[in-house]
């Protein structure tokens, strides 16, 4: 579990460093979420 934790948190600082606003981030995690389920 805590290496899936640690990827989406690199997601998300990968996102900010591209200048993506949090609102927008779920549009990212969205499409990861619902292919691997075990996520949520």
Do not use: C, K
Not at 1 to 6: A, L
Not at 11 to 16: C, F, G
Request: hydrophobic share 45%; proline share 5%.
């Amino acid at each position: 579990m805590g290496t899936e934790m640690r990827s989406l948190a690199e997601i998300d600082n990968a996102l900010e460093m591209a200048g993506v606003s949090e609102g927008q981030h779920m549009v990212v995690y969205a499409p990861i979420l619902f292919s691997q389920p075990e996520y949520l």
